[in-house]
């Protein structure tokens, strides 16, 4: 009898477990494994000893690929995001790549032969194909300090 | 069963870019500010990149920040902009019908570049 009241009140206290707990970017991920942007702060101008006369630039990107279904088309206007949030089905996807800053940016100074960034612009290339297929580039542009 | 699928289906054509899209959108700036160029600012200038769709199902554009910047940079010479102001400057006509959103870079080049001879800043 204890041991039924004791199995009781462990199924009561961990009745949250029966949601699924995460922090998926989509409710409906099948299966989900990025590496993302969240914050850069880069050097300035003033952040170089020796500042060039002329600056040399450098680019570099990192990617992430999602496929969808039902369709979810990408968001890039104000008020769209608003828009897909009222879309009626489910849309579950399947999404992988590193986006992050810290590839972007070795390709950058790989690309440049090393150095520092400086003056970073970063912005998001999407394509996006009847709403299924998406590809979202992080795209990084700065000067090159050596 | 069929009616829902078409009312979904409907729905999400409603939706911008949903037979092809390819933008660029502005994440983030790392821009100069005064102190980069020793409190000498020049002029002002601007640049400007834009993404536009049509009909809810097409979208395209470069409306990133190297856009806008390399704008702003092209009329002056400047290596790098400082105390730099974006906006967004948004257009939508008849619920999305055509819709034009832009990224607006207003910024002062430093001042010797500014003095520079062949320089262009207005």
Redesign the interface.
């Known amino acids: 009898m204890t041991g039924r009241l004791a199995l009781a009140a462990l199924a009561a206290t961990s009745v949250g477990c029966a949601i699924p707990q995460g922090t998926a970017p989509t409710p409906y991920a099948l299966l989900h494994s990025t590496r993302d ?1 969240a914050q ?7 952040d170089v000893q020796a500042p060039p006369k ?2 040399p630039q450098a680019s570099g990107e990192a990617c992430r690929t999602m496929f969808w279904w ?2 979810n ?8 995001q608003t ?2 949030s ?4 489910p849309s579950f996807d399947v999404a992988w790549g590193n986006a992050g800053y810290a590839k972007a940016v070795k390709v950058a100074l790989e690309s440049a032969g090393g150095g520092t960034l ?14 299924v297929w998406r590809r979202e580039c ?2 990084v ?1 700065a ?1 090159v300090a050596k | 069963m069929n009616r ?1 699928i078409i ?2 289906a409907a ?2 054509a ?20 005064p ?2 160029a020793g409190g000498n600012l020049g002029q002002e200038v601007t640049g400007m990149g834009c ?1 536009s ?1 049509l009909l809810w199902l097409f ?1 395209w554009g470069d ?5 806008a ?1 390399h704008d702003a940079k092209a009329a002056s010479g400047a ?3 400082v105390d730099v102001k974006a906006d ?1 400057t ?1 257009t ?1 006509v008849v619920l ?1 019908l055509y ?1 034009h ?1 832009c990224t607006k870079i207003t910024a002062r080049i430093p001042a010797a570049v500014a003095s520079a001879p062949g320089s262009k800043a207005q």
């Open positions: 942007p850069y702060r880069s050097a300035n101008p003033r002329e600056w039902l369709p088309p990408p968001t890039p206007f104000l008020g769209s828009a897909a009222l879309l009626p089905y400086v003056d970073v612009r970063a912005d998001v290339h999407t394509v996006s194909v009847l709403s992080i795209e542009h000067l | 829902s009312g979904s729905f999400a409603l939706l911008t870019g949903c037979l092809y899209s390819d933008v660029r959108v502005p994440l983030s700036y790392g821009s100069a500010t102190g980069d993404n769709a979208a409306g990133g920040y190297e856009a910047v290596a790098f902009l967004t948004y939508n999305g819709q959103e």
